[in-house]
């Protein structure tokens, strides 16, 4: 088991700038890819970005160059989304999710709540 803790959300003015967090505990040795999703009010959950465990970054179109997925080099445990020149069409609850690999399959996919990030003047 997994468990994510999610923190970093909030309110921001367009333009602004915000940095996610999500610790990962429990059963985290081995392959894995840990990835950034978000579910806009009506909208069905997407990915923003993913992290494999060997650095491998990818990042949805819509926010390439303005956000950028990356794991704390002192606590591999850490995952982090830095967000900048956040627009309106960003606010979203935004999910941390961890997939335990095992042999090119995903044996594990875990979720943390998520935590809110509002764009608005």
């Known amino acids: 088991q997994v468990q994510l803790v999610e923190s970093g959300g909030g309110s921001v003015q367009p333009g602004g700038s915000l940095r996610l967090s999500c610790v990962a505990s429990g059963s985290i040795d081995g392959p894995n890819v840990m990835g950034w999703y978000r579910q806009a009010p009506g909208k069905q959950r997407e990915v923003v970005a993913q992290?494999?465990?060997?650095?491998?970054?990818?990042h949805i179109d819509s926010v390439r160059g303005r956000f950028f997925i990356s794991r704390d080099s002192a606590a591999e445990n850490t995952m982090y989304l830095q967000m900048n020149d956040l627009k309106v069409e960003d606010t979203a609850v935004y999910y941390c999710?961890?997939?335990?690999?095992?042999?090119?399959?995903?044996?594990?996919?875990?979720w943390g709540k998520g935590t809110l990030v509002t764009v608005s003047s």
């Open positions: 992290l494999t465990s060997g650095d491998k970054t990818t």
């Open positions: 999710n961890y997939k335990s690999i095992t042999l090119l399959k995903i044996t594990g996919d875990y």
